[in-house]
């Protein structure tokens, strides 16, 4: 889950510098308004849909870590009790 949610992470990275390259584009006029428009809404819709995917790994991760905590305190309890 960790290797996805840096995957994905860079990917939104990606999204906000290649936004940024188009808009510089359309500005110096060497990007269509259309295709601007396009490629703006095509990048938004990823990165939100992204932005969603990572937000719950990273609950998921959280809840993981909780469990795995949980279980590492158990074990050393009983550990405790059988010496």
Known sequence: MREQLERKDKRIAELKRLFMKIYEDNAAG??????????????????KQLETEVMQLREEIDVQEKQNEFVEQFIQRLKDHAV
């Open 30 to 47: 060497r990007l269509s308004d259309d295709r601007y428009e396009m490629l703006s809404a095509t990048y938004e819709t990823e990165q």
